[in-house]
């Protein structure tokens, strides 16, 4: 809301005169905040074309209809987050992990049950190992000295190192929201 009243005050002649949009929810996710944009857009001369309803924002007897629109989108977006945050909540409660690309060393097998690379693994326990005395550029360094790759091929790198000393999994804890997950 901040950036559209600074959008809206600093409007002295528009660049344009119509916005189109595919549909009001991806226009406005809150009813009020949509209809002051609206109608301060309209003060302006500038329209706003919704393609999947075919209505444009230029005659206000469309507003209470718009208006409905915006109020939909805005009871569809928080009946979205409720079921998010519920899922989420149960998959840290029966320890789930869904991520789309699980650490090197672990992986999903025939289950769908995360698993342990024996053979990653063994090059995650030489990283930690060689944290305790060298930086992460000399491990990235050793690492391909040695001919170990990422999981993509890849060289080792610096970035790649500090992403497996920072991610709380090889301690044993799942973080989800910054809590500690048991």
């Given at each position: 809301t901040k950036d559209y009243d600074?959008?809206?005050?600093?409007?002295r002649k528009?660049?344009?005169?119509?916005?189109?949009c595919k549909d009001p929810s991806r226009f406005a996710r809150n009813a009020s905040e949509g209809m002051t944009l609206v109608k301060r857009l309209r003060k302006v001369g500038v329209h706003i074309y919704f393609e999947s309803r075919d209505k444009s924002t230029a005659d206000a007897d469309n507003d209470d209809q718009i208006n409905q629109w915006f109020l939909n989108g805005e009871s569809e977006s928080r009946a979205t987050s409720r079921r998010i945050k519920t899922t989420l909540r149960y998959n840290r409660e029966e320890e789930i992990y869904t991520t789309g690309a699980l650490p090197y060393a672990l992986y999903r097998?025939?289950?769908g049950d995360i698993a342990v690379d024996d053979e990653q693994a063994k090059v995650v326990v030489e990283v930690f190992e060689l944290s305790k005395t060298l930086g992460q550029?000399?491990?990235?360094q050793i690492l391909n000295e040695r001919g170990y790759k990422t999981r993509t091929g890849a060289k080792w790198g610096a970035s790649q190192v500090r992403a497996m000393q920072k991610n709380t999994l090889y301690y044993g804890n799942n973080y989800s929201n910054k809590k500690l997950q048991a």
């Open positions: 600074y959008y809206i005050s600093e409007i528009p660049l344009f005169d119509l916005i189109i097998d025939e289950n550029r000399r491990i990235a």
